[in-house]
């Protein structure tokens, strides 16, 4: 968590929509889906199912706040599972892998 928080922190707020090319994500949209990924991972183990609905950032430091304000007790929640919910299967897309597996992935 910490190194994604350095790495959300680091994306300069005043060039958001350098891309390198027109096939990458520009800055602000790679630093949301980077937080936003995590979380979506997180709740789908906790929830026992994966919703995509990813926020819009204005800015990294929205990216950066919704990564911290959710992603602590998601962990949180997903330390306190018990093993009978972590094996069992999840689907996502053509996925169908264990809790455990996809925290793994992730």
């Known amino acids: 968590m910490a190194a994604t928080c350095r790495v959300l922190s ?12 027109e096939k990458c994500m520009s800055g602000l949209a790679l630093a949301g889906h980077i ?8 709740s789908g183990v906790v929830n026992g ?5 990813p926020p819009e950032f204005k800015a990294p430091a929205d990216a950066l706040a919704y990564f ?5 007790g998601l962990i949180a929640a997903a330390r306190d599972l018990p093993g ?20 793994a992935l992730n």
Do not use: H, R
């Not at 937080?35 to 997180?42: H, Q, R």
């Not at 199912?49 to 609905?53: D, I, L, Q, S």
């Open 49 to 53: 199912k994966f919703e995509w609905a």
């Open 84 to 103: 009978a919910k972590l094996i069992e299967t999840l689907t996502m897309g053509p996925m169908n892998l264990s809790g455990v597996d996809f925290l």
């Open 68 to 72: 911290e304000q959710n992603v602590p």
């Open 10 to 21: 680091a994306v300069p707020a005043d060039t958001v929509n350098y891309k390198p090319s």
């Open 35 to 42: 937080a936003a990924a995590e979380v979506f991972f997180l």
